[in-house]
């Protein structure tokens, strides 16, 4: 058995020195190769509906809409990851500003919501980030003052008002919930029928066929996941970092870390709620039913196990948790099992994450000759 | 290395005891019913087969199955095949399942979705591509406003549940003062709402109870401050049991009536089977062994259980759908028309939809059920009106 | 908000809300325990706890005593509720050395950063919750009434049963317990000292692993204890009943000072009363959002908690 097990870490090691082998042999690569790879790889993505690929493809259910709820779980891992990832803040209770947005959009866009004045989508879900940017520095302006666990458990307590809330409030219509939330409009030109499973003149956003929705996720995704990649590399990514390695030695050396924390909650929650927004116009219904806490300690626990600090490891993570339970529907019961087995084996294995940051690793491996005396 | 070993061990064994335990209380997991001569027409079943609300999902899931097994032994050269979709309950695991459901145009009807909250966002999908749905379990009244198609009801709503309730409140327990509790869930707030309004005047006091509540100090203390002598419970047994127990051992003698969410054996067991004694239990359910024919020995030799909730009429649901395809209506279009025109003895009740696919009011049947002697016994069926 | 109906029953709802906070804070006392000697928010808690709900209605179960059996005497009551703490705490002690064997002991050898702990137990707690889904079927199971309850005193209009007097007074009698042998022994010193710095206490010869093995058992027997208390008092249990549970424990903990056995315990009678007067001034189903506001609003006066952290200064 030992000897099985350090084969299994062996063999890890080995596709560790890979990865990063394969990282250096990329970043040595030319730019316009770089940026080849890159774009065949997001062809790829977006065409995923049309290839009828085998293995991948889920049976029992329907593969757009599994595409699109990955695409939307990795918005919420890339804002998560802000959050934990870059400013090293625990947030337990994240599901609270994917609720908030999405009930944003419900509440101003849908004819059934009690509240009468309506507006389309498009002008919904910029009202709905910017609600939850404000909910984000409501929460973080008393609490981000307190330390790591206390932190945890406030948020927590955060993201349990709000379901609270949703389900007894008569704005949120409680647990009847609000149907119709409005989705964005337009018709399939007849320029698009060649791709195989649209038709022109059709909704584009219609709940039956999802590839539009699908899409739209994706191309969300992609311009956050950029544009939180140029944060990362700016001042206030820098900031984040230094606050995550040592909060006290970062204040001395002259970084408002109040500010920099409150920040990040609010990017975070920013994405949360756009997240929740996009997963719930393509719902068309809404109540409190989905929004319990444990789907947001699955979240975190994607992060963390996907590689906290690099978007590509939490994107990773967030597809495998959105994935792997629609792919093997037919373990029915056994799914969640499977997955608490597989969080306690990952982080015995690899704890930095499946795609590790780079810093996260390198730290790791100091904590690890740091360890105490009597061991 | 050690400890990786023990780590190692531990998750394996976890997981043996899981997978052992799940085995072994899990004998029929067979999903498709289809032998040969199959002519490749396929109904589905639509809900909860695993997650907290499975076990209703598995009463309806196995009356459905028997329905297609009598049909198939009948009809050998033209089998049709139960599809089985497990939602989970989950609104959010629906739609992808009834996309999918959709896209195979073999699939004419479905029985279910099971509950309300999946079918507000399956239904929708479902109906738009002209499937035929007959829930033989969710009860929500507002399913059926919402111009849906192909949506039918195979059983009362809560709008008939939530008035019957009253009324035996007011006739047989002779109530002056009805205390009213919801669980905020769509069911059980919408059965309290309708009590509530029955009652009227008699209503003295309200509360919600919250999921997975354990502790009813607060409300059970609100319930004998105003000396409520007849209290309604609209929810499931989760919190019913431990609420019935709560509430006697406070020495109130208030008499106790809930909704078909409740009327499982484990009010009984959990509450004491003393605590227990004389709830009253509403259900637009008939008592299996009340059910027509040879339904409930037939059930009984195929499952090894009794019928339980639901089960009948889920096996009234499944063979509307199945005389319809017998009769020619292959297509989901025909089989609507069919189902709407339907007009047939069940074994729960006469079966005749109404235009926007409820059950006729002169069929709708609602029972109550009373705790005597640690079980769960039929009453008797309430007069509407 | 219902002023007059709080004002008429303050006493009842107080002694209510006692009852339910003495099992919080029995359950408070394996996080605050965890917390005090590791710094880490031992989340599979919550299914230690669970494991021994079961265990109570297994035993029970076993011993001829069934669901429907009329409620034994005194003897018999005593005599029940002993064999189920012994098989709920050692059922849940060895859920708690399991978890700590499982899911923390590789961990801590590589000095991992806190977050994967906490990934880690989160783990864990899945695993132990499903596993007892599958084998229950996921359906609530009944537990035998064991008290006729009845009313014992009345105090000032409240009254008290002899429910609520077995809960809260064998309730404190194990806090009383667990205070002395962490003050009073040599393995509690040993509890102390690694609380308070691991790596002098390691070179002055306590050994740690065995002081962590401990007190995951000892969390794990109070969580145990509590467990018989909520099957008397509750009646029913489901595989996923540790959760809800296993947050409001946590919150009594950070509430009295997490680290700080005396804090669990007051946090867990205050929580326990707050939600109960919460629930009767603002209606039941806002019981949680008002225990976790006062929560945000004790720690925004008093970071630490009302007493304070520290597991090794709690003598002091």
């Known amino acids: 058995m030992n000897a099985v097990i350090s084969k299994v870490r062996q063999a890890d090691e080995g596709r560790v020195r890979a990865v990063t082998g394969l990282r250096s042999r990329w970043s040595n690569l030319p730019k316009p190769w770089r940026f080849a790879v890159v774009a065949a790889f997001v062809i790829l993505l977006y065409s995923l509906p049309g290839l009828e690929l085998p293995i991948i493809s889920t049976?029992?259910?329907?593969?757009?809409?599994?595409?699109?709820?990955?695409?939307?779980?990795v918005l919420v891992a890339v804002g998560l990851n802000v959050v934990i990832g870059l400013a090293g803040l625990l947030d337990l209770g994240y599901i609270g500003f994917y609720a908030v947005g999405a009930y944003t959009v419900a509440i101003l866009g849908s004819p059934n919501s009690p509240v009468v004045q309506k507006f389309p989508w498009i002008v919904c879900v910029p009202i709905a980030i910017a609600f939850t940017m404000v909910s984000g520095v409501i929460l973080g302006w008393p609490t981000l003052r307190l330390r790591g666990d206390y932190l945890a458990i406030v948020t927590l307590g955060f993201g349990e008002i709000i379901r609270v809330f949703a389900l007894n409030s008569t704005i949120t219509n409680g647990n009847r919930g609000i149907s119709a939330v409005p989705s964005p409009g337009g018709d399939w030109p007849s320029w698009m029928s060649w791709f195989p499973g649209i038709d022109a003149g059709t909704k584009i956003f219609s709940i039956t066929n999802v590839i539009g929705f699908y899409w739209l996720a994706l191309t969300i995704v992609i311009i956050c996941m950029l544009g939180v990649r140029r944060l990362e590399n700016s001042r206030v990514g820098r900031s984040w970092l230094a606050i995550r390695e040592d909060e006290d030695a970062a204040e001395i050396m002259g970084v408002p870390t109040f500010k920099y924390k409150l920040w990040a909650f609010a990017i975070g929650a920013a994405l949360g709620g756009l997240s929740g927004a996009l997963f719930f116009s393509k719902q068309t219904f809404i109540n409190s039913q989905s929004f319990d806490l444990f789907t947001s300690i699955l979240w975190v626990a994607a992060v963390v196990i996907g590689g906290a600090g690099n978007q590509l490891g939490v994107a990773l993570g967030a597809v495998l948790l959105a994935y792997l339970p629609e792919r093997f529907r037919e373990f029915a019961d056994y799914r969640l099992l499977a997955f608490g087995i597989a969080l306690i084996v990952m982080t015995s294995f690899r704890p930095q994450g499946l795609i590790p940051s780079n810093r996260r690793s390198s730290e790791l491996k100091d904590r690890a000759k740091e360890v105490t005396v009597g061991e | 290395m050690r400890q990786t070993l023990v780590r190692v061990v531990g998750g394996v064994v976890m997981s043996a005891l899981a997978f052992g335990g799940a085995t072994a209380c899990k004998s029929d997991s067979g999903s498709d019913s289809a032998a040969g001569g199959d002519c490749g027409y396929k109904i589905a079943f639509f809900g909860a087969l695993s997650g907290g609300n499975a076990q209703l999902g598995i009463n309806i899931r196995d009356g459905a199955k028997l329905a297609v097994d009598q049909y198939n032994e009948?009809?050998?050269?033209?089998?049709?095949?139960?599809?089985?979709?497990?939602?989970?309950?989950?609104?959010?695991?629906?739609?992808?399942?009834?996309?999918?459901?959709?896209?195979?145009?073999?699939?004419?009807g479905v029985v279910g979705p099971a509950f309300s909250g999946e079918s507000k966002v399956a239904d929708p999908i479902l109906s738009e591509a002209g499937v035929v749905i007959i829930t033989p379990s969710a009860t929500n009244p507002a399913l059926a406003t919402n111009g849906?198609?192909?949506?039918?009801?195979?059983?009362?709503?809560?709008?008939?549940?939530?008035?019957?309730?009253?009324?035996?409140?007011?006739?047989?327990?002779?109530?002056?003062?009805?205390?009213?509790?919801?669980?905020?869930?769509?069911?059980?707030?919408?059965?309290?709402?309708?009590?509530?309004?029955?009652?009227?005047?008699?209503?003295?006091?309200?509360?919600?109870?919250?999921?997975?509540?354990?502790?009813?100090?607060?409300?059970?203390?609100?319930?004998?401050?105003?000396?409520?002598?007849?209290?309604?419970?609209?929810?499931?047994?989760?919190?019913?049991?431990?609420?019935?127990?709560?509430?006697?051992?406070?020495?109130?003698?208030?008499?106790?009536?809930?909704?078909?969410?409740?009327?499982?054996?484990?009010?009984?067991?959990?509450?004491?089977?003393?605590?227990?004694?004389?709830?009253i239990l509403t259900c637009p359910c008939m008592p299996g062994e009340k059910a027509k024919g040879t339904f409930a020995a037939d059930y009984q030799k195929a499952t090894g259980r009794a019928p339980n909730t639901y089960s009948a009429e889920s096996f009234d649901a499944a063979n509307i759908l199945l005389n319809g395809i017998k009769a020619g209506n292959t297509t989901r279009e025909k089989l609507n028309d069919f189902v709407n025109k339907?007009?047939?003895?069940?074994?729960?009740?006469?079966?005749?939809?109404?235009?926007?696919g409820e059950l006729d009011p002169k069929s709708v049947q609602i029972w109550a059920y009373k705790v005597q002697g640690g079980k769960i016994v039929a009453d008797k069926e309430i007069e509407q009106g | 908000m219902n002023f007059s109906f709080v004002g008429d029953n303050f006493l009842s709802l107080t002694v209510t809300g006692l009852t339910q906070g003495a099992i919080y804070a029995l359950v408070a006392l394996g996080y605050t325990l965890v917390y005090g000697v590791l710094r880490l928010i031992n989340f599979a808690h919550s299914e230690v706890f669970m494991v021994g709900t079961f265990t109570t209605a297994v035993v029970w179960t076993a011993l001829g005593y069934g669901v429907n059996d009329p409620a034994p005497g005194a003897l018999g009551v005593v005599l029940l509720v002993v064999v189920a703490m012994l098989a709920a705490g050692a059922a849940s002690g060895a859920t708690g050395l399991v978890v700590e064997r499982v899911a923390y002991r590789t961990l801590r050898k590589r000095n991992a950063p806190s977050l994967i702990f906490l990934i880690s137990a989160i783990g864990a707690s899945v695993a132990l919750f499903e596993t007892m889904g599958a084998l229950t079927d996921r359906q609530p199971r009944?537990?035998?009434?064991?008290?006729?309850?009845?009313?014992?005193?009345?105090?000032?209009?409240?009254?008290?049963?002899?429910?609520?007097?077995?809960?809260?007074?064998?309730?404190?009698?194990?806090?009383?317990?667990?205070d002395l042998f962490i003050n009073k022994t040599r393995l509690g010193r040993g509890v102390r000292a690694v609380a308070q710095n691991p790596d002098v206490a390691a070179l002055m010869g306590v050994n740690k692993d065995r002081v962590i093995m401990l007190i995951f058992v000892i969390g794990g027997i109070m969580a145990g204890f509590a467990s018989v208390l909520y099957d008397i008092k509750v009646g029913t249990t489901t595989y996923t009943v540790g959760f809800l549970i296993g947050?409001?424990?946590?919150?009594?903990?950070?509430?009295?000072?997490?680290?700080?056995?005396?804090?669990?315990?007051?946090?867990?009678?205050?929580?326990?009363?707050?939600?109960?007067?919460?629930?009767g001034l603002f209606g039941n189903e806002?019981?949680?959002?008002?225990?976790?506001?006062?929560?945000?609003?004790v720690l925004l006066f008093r970071p630490n908690g009302l007493l304070g952290e520290s597991l090794g200064r709690a003598r002091a």
């Open chain 2, 148 to 279: 849906w198609k192909t949506f039918h009801r195979g059983l009362g709503n809560d709008a008939s549940q939530g008035p019957a309730a009253a009324a035996y409140i007011k006739n047989e327990f002779k109530a002056t003062k009805a205390f009213v509790i919801d669980d905020a869930s769509e069911y059980g707030k919408g059965l309290s709402d309708q009590v509530k309004s029955t009652l009227g005047s008699l209503v003295v006091g309200s509360a919600v109870v919250k999921e997975q509540q354990t502790d009813f100090s607060a409300v059970v203390q609100q319930i004998k401050s105003v000396q409520a002598d007849a209290v309604f419970f609209g929810g499931y047994v989760r919190e019913a049991a431990p609420f019935l127990k709560q509430l006697r051992e406070s020495g109130s003698q208030a008499k106790f009536i809930a909704g078909d969410g409740v009327k499982e054996e484990v009010l009984v067991t959990g509450a004491g089977a003393a605590n227990a004694e004389g709830a």
């Open chain 2, 74 to 108: 009948k009809n050998k050269d033209c089998a049709v095949t139960l599809v089985e979709k497990d939602s989970a309950g989950s609104p959010d695991q629906a739609p992808p399942l009834a996309q999918s459901l959709i896209q195979d145009t073999k699939i004419l």
């Open chain 3, 142 to 178: 009944g537990i035998p009434v064991l008290l006729k309850v009845k009313e014992v005193f009345s105090l000032f209009g409240a009254s008290v049963t002899n429910l609520q007097i077995v809960i809260i007074v064998s309730a404190l009698a194990m806090m009383v317990l667990l």
């Open chain 3, 247 to 279: 947050i409001k424990a946590f919150t009594a903990a950070v509430l009295g000072g997490i680290g700080n056995l005396r804090g669990a315990l007051l946090g867990g009678l205050l929580l326990g009363v707050v939600e109960n007067l919460g629930a």
């Open chain 3, 286 to 297: 806002w019981m949680d959002v008002v225990a976790f506001i006062v929560l945000v609003v």
């Open chain 1, 59 to 73: 049976p029992d259910t329907d593969f757009n809409s599994v595409l699109f709820l990955c695409a939307v779980y």
């Open chain 2, 342 to 356: 339907y007009e047939g003895e069940g074994v729960t009740t006469n079966f005749k939809f109404q235009p926007n």
